[in-house]
């Protein structure tokens, strides 16, 4: 054997040796590292769905009353008691601290109407004040008359105690805004008449479901 054929038969067992080597040792093979989780593979697949983020739910969109915020006055009339909202004293626009009453009679065709504006969405409602077209000054949580909690006017400002939610009457299962209590986001109670009459004061009690809870709203 020459040289040159000695040193080929060495170099040709000394690569052989080290493939061994490597299969002892547990050397990865290629094929192996670039292969892909096959479909069958329900572990590997199941492991990535756990590590992948979770998608947000989708947000249920609130409704807002077709009143809010389209800048037009609306008559709101009590549905029990037909009586109009408006607040004591009406011809005087400049005073605070005029009870809400529920009321007919007189010229009241202005300080009946409502404009409802500046809405919020909050807890899932949205939230509005409700400005007086007469005085035009905002409703709020105040007072008291026979002793229960009230409302009255006052000058409109941007708290909480300025925003009002409206609950449309279910009518037969359809929610139509035809007719709505208003609820305050402070106290959570809802106004309604104290009495029976057309003439009666507005008083805040629970969140209760009685006609005299809800209002029409003109359209």
């Not at 009518?171 to 609820?183: A, H, S």
């Amino acid at each position: 054997m020459n040289l040159r054929a000695f040193h080929a038969r060495r170099s040709s067992t000394i690569a052989l040796s080290a493939v061994a080597l490597l299969g002892t040792l547990g050397a990865p093979s290629l094929a192996g590292a670039a292969s892909a989780p096959r479909a069958g593979d329900s572990s590997l697949l199941s492991s990535a769905a756990k590590d992948a983020p979770a998608l947000a739910p989708t947000p249920t969109p609130v409704e807002r009353p077709p009143f809010v915020s389209d800048r037009r006055a609306h008559a709101v009339t009590n549905v029990a008691t037909g009586g109009g909202l408006i607040h004591q004293d009406w011809s005087n626009i400049k005073q605070e601290k005029m009870y809400l009453q529920a009321w007919s009679g007189g010229d009241t065709n202005v300080a009946n109407q409502w404009f409802f504006e500046a809405p919020v969405v909050d807890d899932g409602y949205v939230w509005f004040r409700m400005r007086n077209s007469r005085s035009q000054m905002c409703a709020v949580p105040g007072g008291e008359r026979y002793n229960i909690p009230s409302a009255w006017t006052w000058p409109c400002g941007s708290g909480d105690q300025f925003l009002w939610r409206a609950e449309p009457q279910d009518e037969g299962g359809r929610n139509q805004w035809r007719r709505v209590k208003f609820v305050s986001k402070t106290t959570m109670n809802a106004i309604k008449p104290f009495g029976n009459t057309p003439y009666e004061w507005v008083v805040m009690e629970d969140d209760g479901y009685a006609d005299k809870y809800y209002w029409s709203v003109s359209p």
